[in-house]
């Protein structure tokens, strides 16, 4: 009796530029001038983001083949960490906020983020300079600083900064569990063998 193969799945880490969509394709019409995934690499067909990144946020996305493993990373409270700009010099006591929780929106009703692991960053992180150029400081002072957290709710980095008066003005992922995007530049994809998070 012939006993089948394990699939062969494939697996990728990509630096998502600004203004790309995590996902493939669609169909809607107010997305057909949209930038999307494909567009940026040969992906084999079946492949997908695990989770996403907005639009306008930048940084490590994970793909892959295996809808299991996917649905695994999104399912599990594993560590993202952001690298986030954010309009304003940034105060101890926001940042003490952002720490413990805070009150965001999310579907209509609000919601108490989880305590976080959040602190400055003592010098401007060494990406490349977006696409679309971040207003100068001619503006006012701006500062940086890492959070991590391990839910993940709709554009929540960016209410939790605003919830506490400093909104977002740049937002990078740098890591998803013991992955970690290092010198990855805009657009960059690597082909991995496995995808270990945990």
């Known amino acids: 009796m012939k006993t089948s193969k394990p699939t062969q799945h494939i697996h990728f880490l990509l630096h998502k530029p600004f203004g790309y969509l995590s996902q ?31 639009k306008n946020s930048e940084g490590l996305l994970l793909l892959t083949t295996d809808g299991f493993l996917s649905n695994t990373i999104c399912s599990s409270p594993i560590e993202k960490e ?16 952002l720490q413990e929780s805070v009150t965001i ?39 940086w600083i890492s959070i991590t957290i391990n839910e993940g709710k709709f554009r929540q980095v960016r209410k939790m900064t605003s919830a506490v008066g ?13 992955i970690y995007l290092n010198k990855m530049q805009p657009g960059e994809v690597i082909k991995v063998d496995e995808l270990i998070v945990d």
């Open 166 to 178: 400093f909104p977002t003005l740049r937002l990078v992922r740098v890591r998803v569990g013991r």
């Open 82 to 97: 952001y690298y986030v700009q954010v309009d304003g010099d940034i105060t101890e006591t926001a940042i003490a906020q």
């Open 105 to 143: 929106g999310f579907e209509g009703i609000t919601y108490q983020t989880q305590a976080c692991h959040v602190y400055k960053l003592d010098q401007s992180p060494d990406f490349a300079e977006r696409s679309k150029k971040i207003r100068d400081s001619r503006h006012g002072p701006t500062s």
């Open 24 to 54: 493939f394709m669609s169909n809607a019409k107010h997305q057909r001038n949209k930038k999307f995934l494909g567009a940026l690499y040969d992906f084999p067909e079946g492949v997908m983001p695990i989770g996403r990144l907005d």
